[in-house]
């Protein structure tokens, strides 16, 4: 598999230089400055590089190190990195960006503003943490830069208002993406529908025109294939391909949930193929790319799995995810799309994956431990998340051996490291 161009990462050994500059910003700042960090692991798949974890729960779920309930409404995930936690929350229609430390000690928090409060109300993005800044979009399309270690608002932006783009029917959603010195993001206007900003001061480096539809609240991935690195999102009628260096649309693919112009999920990319959920009662499809990406053809589609924010994950040849339309668990091959196994006793929701196991938060905040199998899983433990039964759509992350579940206006840290 081709690596991803972001990784979330734990320092590297250093030499007796760097350590002794790190322990002079230890010494100043009282903490060592955090990582890197982005939404849905590593790589972007939902995947998270844990081991030594609980094969199994209590009745009651794991244990829990801390909660903290005062974060206001949202769906914004933590970023965590090895000393730090960020979330953004929405209180009386603000939202805040809040910055903690392992043990639940609230550090700073933040104002960002005003936030959209017509449907689905309070704050959806989750910060992505990229040399020692932050990065978060609002609702509005207003674009955040902070600083990791006091919160400060380095420099802010509206894309929308900038790129001449459109809101759209439940505000703006993406989760940011970050490769080198650029800063991606799609305002989905006519002209600059997708655009490249210098993560430093938020200038333009460059816009493209993609197929010139509105942005359809896709957290977008980057693909390297041939050597060319290659950003992937989707639109509200299209999955496109644009090269990321320039900005030149490379090719566009119909999406035939063009009705409902909700494309959430994003791409998944593995060995020459790209994994993609269409959306909610259309399903999914598998493309194959060129050796270069410059071009591709339809290997597959599948109906079943359609779900519209909780995305899959793959492991081996098996993609695991909801069929949200038919309120179940979906188990399909990858290089057919065959359904393997199906089940009511999973619901639609989000999933991860760690340590070979899957994580299954439904919508209503049941939380199962998932043992996948050759044709299907097994639902090994099964405990109610906290917060009332409704709208659980934000990805739990794991890090170091906990588990971070936010609901609403609660965040909770279980301790799922064995003994």
């Known amino acids: 598999m081709i690596p991803f161009l972001i990784q979330c990462h734990s320092p590297r050994q250093e030499s007796k230089e760097q350590k002794s500059f790190s322990e002079i910003e230890k010494s100043v700042l009282g903490y060592e400055k955090p990582d890197d960090c982005q939404w849905r692991g590593p790589n972007r798949d939902g995947k998270y590089p844990e081991t030594n974890l609980l094969a199994e729960w209590p009745e009651d779920g794991p244990?829990?190190?801390?909660?903290?309930?005062?974060?206001?409404?949202g769906y914004s995930s933590a970023a965590v990195t090895t000393n730090r936690i960020f979330i953004a929350g929405t209180i009386d229609s603000i939202s805040y960006m809040f910055a903690f430390d392992l043990e639940g000690k609230q550090i700073w928090k933040t104002k960002l503003g005003p936030e959209w409060m017509k449907n689905f109300p309070g704050m959806r993005s989750t910060p992505l943490i990229n040399e020692r800044k932050g990065y978060i979009i609002n609702g509005f399309g207003i674009l955040f830069c902070f600083d990791t270690e006091n919160g400060s608002v380095i420099w802010s932006k509206d894309i929308l208002a900038e790129f001449i783009a459109k809101n759209i029917q439940f505000g703006i959603n993406e989760n940011l993406l970050i490769d080198g010195n650029k800063l991606f993001c799609t305002p989905g206007g006519e002209e600059n529908n997708v655009v490249a900003l210098d993560k430093n001061n938020g200038d333009l480096i460059w816009t493209s025109t993609g197929n010139r539809e509105l942005s359809a609240y896709c957290s977008p991935n980057l693909i390297e294939v041939g050597g060319n690195k290659l950003f992937i999102t989707m639109t509200s009628k299209s999955l496109i391909c644009i090269n990321s260096d320039n900005g030149e649309v490379v090719w566009t693919h119909l999406l035939e949930g063009a009705k409902n112009g909700t494309h959430a999920c994003t791409p998944i990319y593995r060995d020459g193929y790209l994994f993609v959920q269409d959306g909610f009662e259309i399903g999914c499809f598998m493309l194959k790319l060129s050796e270069d990406g410059y071009t591709y053809e339809e290997i597959?589609?599948?109906?079943?799995?359609?779900?519209?924010?909780?995305?899959?994950?793959?492991?081996?040849?098996?993609?695991?995810?909801?069929?949200?339309?038919?309120?179940?668990?979906?188990?399909?091959?990858?290089?057919?799309?065959?359904?393997?196994?199906k089940s009511r006793k999973i619901?639609?929701?989000?999933?991860?994956?760690?340590?070979?196991?899957?994580?299954?938060?439904?919508?209503?905040?049941?939380?199962?431990?998932?043992?996948?199998?050759?044709?299907?899983?097994?639902?090994?433990?099964?405990?109610?998340?906290?917060?009332?039964?409704?709208?659980?759509?934000?990805?739990?992350?794991?890090?170091?051996g906990r588990l971070y579940v936010r609901h609403n206006n609660n965040l909770t840290v279980y301790n799922i490291s064995k003994p």
């Open 63 to 73: 244990e829990v190190i801390w909660s903290f309930d005062d974060l206001g409404i």
């Open 347 to 400: 619901s639609e929701g989000t999933v991860i994956e760690a340590n070979g196991m899957l994580y299954c938060l439904t919508y209503g905040g049941e939380l199962s431990l998932v043992k996948p199998t050759f044709d299907g899983y097994e639902i090994v433990s099964t405990f109610q998340a906290p917060g009332i039964k409704k709208e659980h759509i934000s990805h739990p992350v794991i890090k170091d």
């Open 300 to 341: 597959w589609k599948n109906e079943m799995m359609d779900e519209t924010n909780g995305h899959a994950v793959v492991i081996g040849d098996n993609i695991y995810g909801a069929a949200e339309s038919k309120k179940r668990f979906v188990c399909l091959d990858w290089n057919t799309g065959e359904v393997k196994y």
